[in-house]
């Protein structure tokens, strides 16, 4: 490619070469408003052969780009971080590090700290969605795999005590293809579980439910078979019953509190349910 004033040859995917360029700059810098005008002419004339140019230049300038964004992403991340605790939590920076005080700034279920595990703000699933806690994202994602049910939170518990693959005489050894390689096996397994998920108790005819083989990571030993929710929230949760417990305490002790607060009169705005939420935590 030449450049657009003086023809010299210069790198594709620049219109100008470096000198006229710099002058060009200079230039900018004398008329910002003037230029501003006439780039956004140019634009509304010409979109789709700006848009062009455009994305040639990012495919030329690549690692540049990727520089740029990571570095602004760097210097902008708790602009981004306060933002969204404002538009879908409705807390301010002051109001979430009260909030994470009152649990000492570690997770309620498990403990971790801020150090380890990035902490963030649990809410309710349900069409108020208040405010409830300081989770850390792990244990945050385990109440959503088991839909905020306490009764399948214990009933995991159970589950792990005594899974329905070892009351069978056979001891399976998993594979990634047991359903296949054993589709006998995977039949007796299923009728062990009552022909429903071992945890959550939906049926073997919920189209919305995908079904996984369940097996200790330990031992190897196949346990049962749960559906592809109850499976990941198992694996959130370590596999630790004391965690399943006091996950289970958690949302009975908030879904008590909230129906308090119904009978009471909720606000109306997200921010005064939110400082409604600091106000229990005292």
């Avoid at 979430?96 to 990035?118: M, P, T, V, W």
Wanted: charged residues 30%; glycine residues 8%.
């Amino acid at each position: 490619m030449r450049c657009g004033d003086c023809s010299r040859e210069t790198r594709p995917g620049l219109r100008y070469c470096q000198s006229c360029a710099d002058g060009y700059k200079r230039y900018q810098l004398r008329n910002a408003d003037r230029e501003r005008e006439r780039r956004q002419r140019r634009y509304k004339r010409q979109r789709h052969v700006e848009i062009a140019r455009k994305q040639v230049w990012r495919q030329v300038n690549r690692d540049r780009v990727n520089a740029h964004q990571r570095d602004y992403r760097r210097r902008r991340r708790s602009v981004y971080a306060a933002s969204e605790l404002r538009v879908h939590f409705g807390l301010r920076v002051e109001q979430f590090e009260q909030l994470a005080g009152s649990y000492g700034h570690r997770c309620a279920i498990c403990g971790g700290d801020n150090r380890h595990k990035r902490l963030c703000v649990d809410h309710a699933h349900d069409k108020l969605g208040l405010n409830r806690g300081v989770l850390c994202m792990v244990c945050n994602k385990g109440l959503g795999l088991f839909y905020d049910s306490a009764t399948s939170l214990l009933r995991a518990v159970d589950y792990l005590r005594s899974p329905p693959g070892y009351v069978l005489r056979a001891r399976w050894h998993y594979t990634p293809l047991f359903p296949m390689k054993h589709p006998l096996g995977f039949e007796q397994l299923f009728a062990a579980c009552g022909m429903r998920c071992a945890v959550c108790w939906k049926p073997r005819n919920d189209d919305r439910r995908r079904w996984t083989v369940d097996h200790d990571a330990r031992t190897g030993l196949v346990r049962g078979v749960l559906c592809l929710s109850c499976n990941s929230g198992l694996g959130a949760f370590r596999e630790q019953p004391d965690l399943f417990r006091t996950a289970a305490s958690y949302v009975r002790y908030w879904r008590a509190l909230h129906d308090l607060a119904k009978k009471n009169g909720l606000p109306r705005t997200r921010a005064e349910r939110a400082a409604l939420v600091l106000e229990l935590h005292r």
